[in-house]
């Protein structure tokens, strides 16, 4: 059974849905097609929640044109696989307000586009991850609550008795231990001091 089958039968576990997808791709069910509709979605909004490492990644970006108007250096071709930009690395690890690189999303008719003024840019950003194998197990269990909250009023009759309520608050109980165990595994340094805290220094 596909991992992808397991989160939506966990989802329709929360719910008190007794009959469970063989395959969430071929199977024809009423469960199926509605976990079918409903879990890319929800993939994408856990993902954008937080900035987990397993969904961080680096890449430099493809330049697109230099000078292409009069207020930026560079534009860049906004990546294919990214589902939120984070940041451009301006070199320094931990940034402050001077340091961070200043950008701002466009297009052409070719698809998105960056503007920076950084030269040789390189995007920090949330890669847009449809495999759930690949996510860590509390987060699977957290994107399983999110998926029974967006699929309860059509798989149990409008949800009288606010069982996808119940789902989304489940989901932010354990996307929050999620968040903990994945920061517990960097050792942070400590953020800049505030502009006002370093000037009275």
């Known amino acids: 059974m596909s991992q ?8 329709i576990s929360h719910l008190g849905q007794g009959k469970e997808i063989a395959n969430i791709d071929s199977d024809r069910s009423s469960e199926a097609l509605t976990m079918k509709r409903y879990l890319p979605i929800a993939i994408q909004v856990v993902l954008k929640d937080f900035p987990h490492s397993f969904s961080n990644v680096t890449s430099e970006l493809a330049l697109v044109e230099e000078q292409p108007n009069d207020e930026w250096a560079f534009s860049y071709r906004y990546p294919t696989d990214c589902l939120q930009m984070l940041r451009i690395l301006s ?17 052409d008719v070719a698809g998105k586009l960056i503007y920076t003024d950084k030269e040789d840019a390189v995007l920090e950003y949330t890669q847009n991850i449809t495999d759930t194998d690949r996510f860590p197990p509390d987060l699977t269990l957290a994107l399983s609550f999110l998926l029974a909250s967006l699929a309860a009023p059509r798989l149990t009759g409008e949800d009288p008795f606010k069982m996808g309520e119940r789902a989304m608050n489940m989901y932010l109980l354990y996307k929050g231990k999620a968040e ?6 960097e050792q942070q340094e ?11 220094g």
Do not use: C, M
């Open 91 to 107: 070199g320094v690890r931990n940034d402050t307000r001077q340091s961070r690189v200043n950008y701002k999303i466009g297009k």
């Open 190 to 200: 400590e953020p800049p001091e505030a502009e006002a805290v370093r000037a009275r």
């Open 4 to 11: 992808k089958t397991e989160v939506a039968n966990l989802a």
């Open 180 to 185: 903990v165990s994945d920061a517990n595994e």
